[in-house]
């Protein structure tokens, strides 16, 4: 005795082709949570750009101080605090020249250049809030709050 398949070729003469539907698991809860922020990061400013969480943005920096804190915060695999300057022109020395809701990003590519400066590919991780400052030199350094996500 042989085997045979009933209805001949699996039954596909009776019934409509139809395509092939993809329906996508959503989930609340990630596979891999989200590492918790340091509650005190390394601030750089920023004349322009803004950055919102999930965002990658590129970023030349040629001032020494900022090209540092870019380095250790590298070398350390630390995140950093992107706050946009309140005047695009000035000088950043403290906490006051900036907007004080910023965003935490990630370090995600840096790029020496042969002038000394660097280009980063910065993700924006969390919206953060400036608290105090606990350093000013050789860059600013200062305590955040992560803010909720809207």
Same mark, same amino acid.
């Given at each position: 005795?042989?085997?045979?398949?009933?209805?001949?070729?699996?039954?596909?003469?009776?019934?409509?082709?139809?395509?092939?539907?993809?329906?996508?698991?959503?989930?609340?809860?990630?596979?891999?949570?989200?590492?918790?922020?340091?509650?005190?990061?390394?601030?750089?400013?920023?004349?322009?750009?803004?950055?919102?969480?999930?965002?990658?943005?590129?970023?030349?920096?040629?001032?020494?101080?900022?090209?540092?804190?870019?380095?250790?915060?590298?070398?350390?695999?630390?995140?950093?605090? #992107?706050? $946009?300057?309140?005047?695009? %022109?000035?000088?950043?020395?403290?906490? @006051?020249?900036?907007?004080?809701? /910023?965003? +935490?990003?990630?370090?995600?590519?840096? #790029?020496? $250049?042969?002038?000394?400066? %660097?280009?980063?590919?910065?993700?924006? @991780?969390?919206?953060?809030?400036? /608290?105090? +400052?606990?350093?000013?030199?050789?860059? #600013?350094?200062?305590?955040?709050?992560? %803010?909720?996500?809207?």
């Amino acid at each position: 005795m042989t085997d045979t398949l009933w209805p001949p070729n699996g039954g596909a003469e009776d019934q409509p082709e139809t395509p092939a539907v993809v329906v996508p698991i959503i989930s609340t809860t990630t596979a891999t949570p989200e590492p918790e922020l340091p509650g005190n990061l390394a601030i750089l400013p920023s004349r322009v750009a803004v950055l919102y969480p999930g965002m990658l943005l590129p970023f030349h920096v040629l001032e020494q101080p900022w090209v540092r804190l870019l380095s250790e915060a590298v070398s350390a695999r630390q995140p950093i605090g #992107l706050f $946009l300057q309140r005047d695009p %022109l000035g000088e950043v020395t403290d906490l @006051a020249a900036l907007h004080p809701v /910023g965003t +935490a990003a990630n370090i995600v590519r840096l #790029l020496k $250049l042969p002038d000394t400066s %660097l280009q980063v590919l910065l993700q924006g @991780a969390e919206r953060i809030k400036l /608290g105090e +400052a606990t350093q000013t030199t050789p860059y #600013l350094r200062a305590d955040i709050t992560v %803010l909720p996500s809207q």
